[in-house]
């Protein structure tokens, strides 16, 4: 149990230095589309790679291809794209705990799409995160980039539609060979995009190089794997609070880094928004196992 822990926390730290690997690659000269194309093309490769070595099924059915290509090419594009830019007009550390909104998005999504109850508890942590977020937009340590809250903002939505969607797909489908199918289609809207925009190029420094690997390697494949392994050891629900480390992370390696700077209220207010994500996954995990056993 305790090695699941440590595994989705390695998860944690490697999703929570994205946007910070991110930020260098920009330095570095390295576009939006060009980034995320090799990101997503070098986990492809490594995903399929270990499916052949150590799994050799990659076998799906027409109908569960087509879901991949649309969770894959469609909505983990999306988020991948919003959340990428919103660090190029907000601090990493805001777009982060932006982003970490989902699990509220996720439980008002499943009200309108999978007819979800929203219990008395659910309602209350979910207010908990708006009210924090509410000091962290409110109480604004400088003026803040209304198009990156955004962009934000939408990554939350769309990583929601992605959960709610990906849900009933990848169930049946072992987690590397999904991996490994999502970011092959990822990797190709990427491709297409920075063909039709004229952003795909790779005439950056050598340096960035280092960030895409860092991006694709760690934050993208290790991250994935670590969560999925360890999220098997300790169950869904602990795993997604774990996971709550991930903007603490973000936060911590933004202010030593990146020289970011929040002020008492949005931190405080940062507090409230994980807290009440948290309480969000604890309501709905209880609201689940009321329902099994009714």
């Not at 052949?52 to 649309?70: A, D, H, I, K, M």
């Not at 925009?197 to 340096?207: A, E, P, Q, V």
């Not at 880094?257 to 928004?273: F, S």
């Amino acid at each position: 149990m305790v090695s699941g822990y440590l595994l989705v926390l390695l998860s944690a730290v490697g999703f929570g230095v994205l946007p910070i690997f991110a930020l260098f690659a920009y330095d570095s000269g390295v576009s939006v589309a060009t980034l995320l194309f090799l990101r997503f093309v070098i986990a492809a490769v490594i995903f399929f790679g270990c499916v052949f070595l150590y799994s050799r099924t990659w076998n799906v059915s027409r109908r569960q291809l087509v879901s991949l290509l649309l969770l894959g090419g469609v909505f983990y594009t999306l988020q991948s794209s919003a959340y990428f830019l919103s660090v190029k007009y907000i601090p990493a550390s805001l777009a982060t705990l932006l982003f970490y909104l989902y699990p509220v998005f996720v439980a008002v999504l499943s009200f309108f799409f999978n007819k979800e109850t929203l219990s008395k508890r659910l309602i209350v942590s979910v207010l908990i995160s708006l009210g924090g977020m509410g000091l962290v937009l409110g109480t604004p340590n400088g003026d803040i980039n209304a198009i990156g809250v955004l962009f934000a903002l939408g990554a939350g939505v769309v990583y929601s539609l992605y959960i709610i969607i990906g849900d009933r797909v990848t169930s049946s489908v072992p987690p590397i060979v999904t991996s490994a199918y999502i970011a092959l289609f990822a990797s190709t809207s990427f491709f297409v995009w920075g063909l039709a925009t004229d952003s795909l190029h790779f005439s950056f420094s050598k340096i960035g190089w280092l960030s895409i690997i860092g991006v694709a390697i760690f934050s993208t494949v290790l991250s994935m794997l670590t969560f999925f392994i360890g999220m098997n050891k300790t169950g869904p629900t602990k795993a997604s609070i774990v996971s709550m480390v991930e903007p603490i992370v973000t936060i911590l390696f933004s202010f030593a880094l990146l020289h970011e700077q929040m002020a008492a209220l949005q931190i405080l207010g940062g507090a409230i928004v994980l807290t009440g994500a948290v309480l969000v996954i604890i309501a709905k995990e209880k609201q689940h196992e009321n329902s099994q056993s009714s």
